[in-house]
């Protein structure tokens, strides 16, 4: 998968910390969750992620959201 170059959407005031996995859920808002958070093993149940900031991004087909190192939402077009 090739992608074009970024661009921001959002910059947010966002400070990622050490041990979160943060992303973009259906609704557009930031979330987080702990990075291998299993509540139980069989069968595997992992914790609910958080909110940290509602955002309420509108998605277009085509491209890949994410939140860069500076916890700002950019978006690249998949080439």
Do not use: H
């Amino acid at each position: 998968m090739k992608l074009d170059r970024p661009e921001l959407v959002l910059e947010t005031k966002v400070t990622r910390k050490t041990g979160w996995l943060y992303f973009l859920n259906k609704y557009g808002d930031i979330c987080r969750g702990k990075m291998g958070a299993l509540i139980s093993v069989n069968p595997a149940r992992y914790a609910k992620p958080e909110l940290v900031e509602s955002t309420k991004i509108k998605r277009k087909k085509g491209y890949l959201y994410r939140i860069n190192d500076d916890g700002d939402i950019i978006r690249q077009l998949i080439l």
